[in-house]
C-alpha cells in the first residue's frame, strides 16, 4: 500500500496547484524568499490534509447520503449546466489579449512574494525572464499567498481523483487511526515533493537551472491564458458528458 499511495501522490503531484503555481512562484526576478513558496507549500499540506481527515472521520456515515445526493436529478442538470457553461465559457476567454499583456502577471507574481520591481533589471532578471528586479520588501502580509494556496486546492479538490482513490486505500486497510493520519500526512508532503526539489535547485543551482527557468518563463507568459482555456473547456466537457450520460440525453440518437 505505501507503494500504491506514493505513486498517486507523485501524480497528484504534477496539478496546477502543487507544481505549475510553485514553478510560477519561482520564476520571480531577483532574489527569491523561500519562505514564501514554503508558506504556499505548507498551506496546500494543512489543506489537503485536513480534508483527508474529514472525509476519512465521515467516509462511512456520509458516503450513503451523498451518493444519494449526487444521484438526484436536479443536482445532474446543475452539473450538466455548469459543465456546459465553463466549456462555452472557455472559448469566449480572449487568448490573444491575456498572452500580449504579460507584464500584469509579472507584477502580480512579485506582489504574491512581498517584493517591488521598482529596480533596475539585472543579469539574473534577464534570465529569468523578467524586466526589473523586485527590490525592497512591499507587502509582508502572508495572506494573499495563503489564499492562492487555498483557492486552488479548493478548485482542485473534486478533480484530484487520485487524492480520493488514496484516501480509499486507507480508509479500507483498517490499520487504526494514528496510522491512517500518518499514511494521509506522508501523501500530502509526497505531494508537494516536486515543487520541493524545484524550489532546491533554484536555491543551491541557480545557474544550472536559469536557461530551463527562462523557457518556462516565456512560454507561461505566452500560453497561460491558451492553457487556461484549454483546462477549462476539458473540465467542462467532462462534466457535461458524464451528467448527459446519467440524464440519458444521448440514448434517442444512438438507438
Known amino acids: 500500500m505505501p507503494l500504491a499511495l506514493g505513486g498517486l501522490a507523485l501524480v497528484d503531484s504534477a ?58 436529478t436536479p443536482v ?29 502577471i509579472t507584477v502580480w507574481r512579485a506582489r504574491a512574494m512581498g517584493v517591488s520591481g521598482a529596480g533596475p533589471a539585472g543579469p539574473g532578471a534577464a534570465a529569468l525572464g523578467g524586466a526589473a528586479v523586485p527590490g525592497t520588501v512591499r507587502d509582508t502580509s502572508m495572506l494573499p499567498l495563503m489564499a492562492l494556496a487555498l483557492t486552488a486546492a ?30 494521509l ?9 516536486p515543487a520541493l526539489l524545484a524550489l532546491a535547485a ?20 505566452k500560453n497561460a491564458a491558451e492553457t487556461t482555456a484549454w483546462i477549462v473547456g476539458i473540465i467542462g466537457f467532462l462534466l457535461a458528458r458524464d451528467a448527459a450520460l446519467k440524464l440519458s440525453l444521448f440514448d434517442g440518437f444512438l438507438s
Not at 459543465?83 to 480572449?94: H, K, P, Q, V
Not at 473534486?158 to 479500507?172: E, F, N
Not at 541557480?206 to 527562462?214: D, F, M, W, Y
Request: overall charge positive.
Open 202 to 221: 533554484r536555491l543551491f543551482a541557480a545557474g544550472a537551472v536559469e536557461p530551463l527557468l527562462q523557457r518556462l518563463s516565456g512560454w507561461l507568459s
Open 185 to 193: 500526512a506522508a501523501y500530502c508532503l509526497v505531494m508537494v515533493l
Open 154 to 183: 479548493g478548485i482542485e479538490l473534486a478533480s484530484m481523483l487520485p487524492y480520493l482513490a488514496g484516501i480509499t486505500l486507507i480508509t479500507g486497510a483498517n490499520v487504526g487511526w494514528a496510522a491512517s493520519a500518518g499514511l
Open 76 to 104: 445532474i442538470w446543475v452539473q450538466f449546466l455548469l459543465g456546459a457553461g465553463l466549456l462555452i465559457g472557455s472559448f469566449l476567454i480572449d487568448t490573444k489579449k491575456a498572452g500580449a499583456e504579460p507584464g500584469r
Open 15 to 72: 496539478s496546477f496547484g502543487t507544481l505549475l503555481i510553485p514553478l510560477w512562484l519561482l520564476l520571480v526576478p531577483g532574489r527569491l524568499r523561500p519562505a514564501r513558496v514554503l508558506l504556499y507549500l505548507g498551506t496546500i499540506v494543512a489543506f489537503y490534509f485536513a480534508v483527508g481527515l474529514a472525509i476519512m472521520a465521515g467516509a462511512n456515515v456520509l458516503r450513503a447520503d451523498l451518493e444519494r445526493f449526487l444521484a438526484a
